[in-house]
């Protein structure tokens, strides 16, 4: 008859560190989830950056770099298009808040306005 004696777990925990160490695994010993797994996979990014094809210059770009060239976008064109199309409806963005010093710059603006328009 064999008696077996039970291996004491600080052992057990050296043996599974050099395991670890020689086949290059993380340590883990309370059984975690460190998300080593993922960490481990290849990156996605240059994947997925080579599918697409390379940026070309947009419009607007060209308009920039070339001030002179008379140039013309479709999408910025629609786009003015449709703001005046909601203005004309009353469905436009509102207007900004004004400060205190631009206020009084625009109630003066009206007043001198309204004293034109009623001769006095």
Do not use: H
């Not at 340590?27 to 697409?52: D, S």
């Amino acid at each position: 008859m064999a008696f077996t004696t039970a291996v004491p777990r600080s052992r057990l925990l050296d043996l599974m560190k050099v395991q670890c160490r020689i086949f290059g695994a993380a340590f883990n010993p309370n059984g975690l989830r460190l998300g080593n797994k993922i960490l481990r996979q290849r990156l996605k990014g240059p994947a997925l950056a080579a599918y697409y094809p390379p940026r070309v210059g947009s419009v607007t770009e060209m308009a920039r770099l070339y001030p002179n060239l008379d140039t013309w976008d479709d999408f910025e064109e629609d786009r003015v298009e449709g703001i005046q199309i909601a203005k004309s409806r009353g469905k436009g963005a509102p207007t900004k808040k004004r400060t205190g010093e631009g206020s009084k710059k625009a109630k003066a603006a009206l007043a001198a306005a309204k004293q034109a328009a009623t001769g006095v």
